[in-house]
């Protein structure tokens, strides 16, 4: 048996993209991944196939080395509209803070993402299309996550002296 992959038809993709969306509620993310593979298999540039393959891996993130952070994050600077970039990088940062918070990480290891994911979403907000607020909805959220870990505080550090010296 030829065990090659198959390209579905462009007239197709619709459909797919549909099927994609419908696994990631049904949190099968991996089975949205291979569809939205199939799509970019056929369209290369389709901009929702990317979005939704994209949050599929960031749907499969588990604060461990294996996640794909850095496939996430080029799949996202490679959407066209300026809005989307920022808004969808946003949110690869803040599901990064998210899954590396439940996989056991500092909080305060995590305050530089989170204000990544926060400066996205102010960026994204000033050139939102109009009536859209996900970048506000986004934002009040990663607040309330600072606001909800205490540890998210870095302790202030001791500083020393150039003339201190360790005890003899």
């Known amino acids: 048996m030829d065990l090659k992959l198959k390209t ?8 797919a993209i549909a099927k994609a ?16 593979r199939d799509v970019l298999a056929a369209d290369a540039k389709h901009m929702l ?5 994209g949050l599929a891996i960031t749907d499969q993130f588990t604060g ?9 994050e080029a799949i996202f600077q490679s959407l066209e509209d300026p809005y989307e970039r920022l808004y969808y990088s946003g949110l690869l940062y803040e599901r990064r803070v998210k899954a590396q918070l439940r996989g056991g990480r500092a909080p305060h290891t995590l305050l530089p993402l989170l204000e990544k994911a926060l400066q996205c979403f ?9 009536g859209n607020d996900d970048a506000i909805l986004r934002w009040n959220r990663c607040v309330r996550l600072l606001q909800s870990q205490p540890d998210f505080v870095v302790e202030e550090a001791v500083s020393f ?5 360790p005890p003899k």
Do not use: F, M, Q
């Open 21 to 36: 969306e419908l696994y990631r509620y049904l949190n099968e993310p991996e089975e949205a991944e291979s569809i939205c």
């Open 161 to 165: 002296e150039a003339h201190d010296s």
């Open 64 to 72: 461990g080395p294996a996640d794909r952070y850095g496939e996430v």
């Open 49 to 53: 196939g990317l979005r939704t393959l």
């Open 8 to 15: 579905i038809s462009r007239s197709g993709i619709a459909e």
């Open 122 to 130: 102010a960026d994204a907000e000033k050139i939102r299309p109009p």
